[in-house]
């Protein structure tokens, strides 16, 4: 395997103005992927918090670069085969979660 590009990368754990607790993983300065917040009651917000009640090992994480956000998603989860394809399934035949708004917050400066 040949190394292409390497990140010194740091994940932290930040808390937002709302309170929530966060995993934040940056790769450098001004750019980062931040937690989806369960809490946020948003097409992804709720999304997200019914994913985790049945596979708390999943996590999503949204892209930002220079305080924007770039529409990219990082998501995954270390799941066995069986608990994938329930995984799998359950996202298949839920539709609650489309009525909800994809709404985006102002970014936070993020405090050292």
Same mark, same amino acid.
Do not use: C
């Given at each position: ?23 934040? @993983? ?7 992927? @931040? ?15 019914? @994913? ?33 394809? =329930? ?8 539709? =609650? ?12 400066? @993020?405090?050292?």
């Amino acid at each position: 395997m040949e190394v292409l590009k390497e990140w010194d990368v740091k994940v932290k754990l930040v808390r937002t103005k709302r309170g929530a607790i966060l995993h934040m @993983i940056e790769l450098e300065p001004g750019h980062f992927y @931040i937690e989806q917040n369960p809490l946020k009651d948003s097409k992804y917000g709720v999304a997200y918090r019914k @994913i985790k009640e049945n596979f708390p090992e999943f996590y999503m994480f949204w892209e930002i670069k220079n305080n924007h956000y770039t529409g990219k998603l990082l998501a995954g989860a270390f799941l066995e085969k069986r608990e994938i394809d =329930d995984f799998v399934t359950q996202l298949a035949k839920s539709e =609650d979660y489309k009525k909800f708004e994809d709404v985006r917050e102002e970014l936070e400066e @993020i405090k050292a």
